[in-house]
């Protein structure tokens, strides 16, 4: 059973940091590009950012300059560092493929900014 296990979530003031960890089983992060995405409440899932299997980079322009994308395929591990962390960016961080695949959303972690 493949599984992505999403960790680092918690509550941060405006202007702050968090560093997000997605562990997957098998060679998910090594093999595809990877992906990830959030969830406010009263809205859809949105896409964040995305990293290819060589590395490039891709991001929402609400994140470009503050958020950062990495892997470390040795670890099968995605990561999301946040900075500047702005009230909107509140919501449940998911990682996945990109493009997404329906059977590999975890249970996500909750980002909240708030003074």
């Known amino acids: 059973q493949v599984l992505l296990v999403e960790s680092g979530g918690g509550l941060v003031q405006p202007g702050g940091s968090l560093r997000l960890s997605c562990v997957t089983s098998g060679s998910i992060a090594r093999d595809y590009a990877m992906g990830w995405y959030r969830q406010a409440p009263g809205k859809l899932r949105e896409f964040v950012a995305t990293?290819?299997?060589?590395?490039?980079?891709n991001y929402v322009d609400s994140v470009k300059g503050r958020f950062t994308i990495s892997r470390d395929s040795a670890k099968n591990t995605v990561y999301l560092q946040m900075n500047s962390l702005k009230p909107e960016d509140t919501a449940v961080y998911y990682c996945n493929t990109s493009p997404p695949r329906a059977r590999y959303w975890g249970q996500g972690t909750q980002v909240t900014v708030s003074s």
């Open positions: 990293i290819t299997s060589s590395s490039i980079t």
